[in-house]
């Protein structure tokens, strides 16, 4: 059974994007990724992303995708959304990708831009609404031109507002003023993609977080949100302070490279990276550590 969910917060409020354990020979951990999922509602997510970029999406077959996501549901139940990367370059392939998660019993869909290809706004357009077609999931678009190469427009966020079963944006553009316009003028569900900018997007209409730095900080996470919704923004900004080392830290190297690093110090599972993705050295790992204790985190 799904979780419940309202047209405001149609994949939950908090969210951890959740990378892939993997065990020591590199294959995939099936139980260690149910651990994991079941320790991150545990610490305030109501939503869980798998097969997204710092799931190493890029490096998990198909078939992996679809355990992944089995996998992850039957270990969060109904506590929380389980959400499923579904989209590639390629955009037969991303539909694919989005039956096998619908089968697989996931909540919902992330749909990330194109990327390398840079497609014009018309095949940005085109590309989303058959992944929206292609199921009865409801979808988050996925807009971070730093990764994909092209912005999703305002009108072209606008339009696509339009079909029934695009709810949602994860925002990773990093313009406040773009994301304020365009939460004004889609009405969709609007999800923070980049931590730093947590607490202004929740100022412009922002009603979560799909977050990297949940997988250390999620308790923190929340009570930032909970500080803010209830009117404390002295609180929430006291807080998002607090924060600003772990953001800092978690993001000096590759995302998924850093999150497993401290995962595995942490004793959670994680395991290594696929190739092209490396460790941190013993420099990084130690910069990591100083980082994440001035945020309150201890590695």
């Known amino acids: 059974m799904a979780p419940t969910s309202t047209p405001q917060t149609p994949f939950g409020r908090v969210l951890t994007a959740m990378v892939t ?33 710092t799931g190493e999406s890029p490096t998990t077959s198909d078939a992996e995708k679809a355990q992944l996501v089995r996998a992850v549901v039957e270990a969060v139940g109904d506590r929380a959304h389980v ?10 392939h991303s539909l694919e990708l989005a039956r096998a998660a619908e089968q697989a019993g996931a909540h919902g869909l992330l749909a990330v831009t194109p990327y390398y290809s840079k497609p014009p706004q018309e095949g940005l357009y085109r590309h989303f609404a058959a992944i929206a077609d292609a199921t009865g999931l409801p979808v988050m678009l996925y807009d971070i031109p730093g990764r994909s190469g092209v912005p999703i427009n305002t009108e072209t966020i606008v339009r696509l507002a339009e079909h029934p079963r695009i709810v949602a944006n994860k925002d990773a553009k990093g313009d406040l003023g773009r994301a304020s316009w365009a939460i004004a003028a889609s009405g969709l569900a609007w999800y923070s993609g980049d931590d730093m900018l947590n607490l202004p997007l929740l100022s412009v209409g922002a009603v979560g977080f799909v977050s990297v730095v949940g997988h250390v900080v999620s308790p923190e996470l929340r009570a930032m949100l909970d500080a803010y919704t209830s009117g404390d923004v002295a609180k929430a900004t006291e807080i998002h302070q607090k924060l600003l080392p772990v953001f800092t830290g978690m993001f000096r190297n590759q995302g998924v490279i850093t999150t497993k690093a401290a995962l595995a110090r942490q004793g959670l599972p994680a395991g290594p990276l696929r190739l092209p993705l490396v460790e941190l050295t013993d420099e990084e790992v130690e910069q990591l550590r100083r980082d994440l204790a001035a945020g309150g985190v201890q590695l």
């Open 21 to 53: 354990p993997f065990t020591a020979d590199g294959a995939l951990d099936l139980d260690g990724a149910q651990r994991l999922a079941a320790h991150l509602v545990d610490a305030g997510n109501d939503g869980i992303v798998v097969n997204g970029t």
């Open 83 to 92: 959400v499923a990367g579904a989209s590639t370059n390629n955009t037969a």
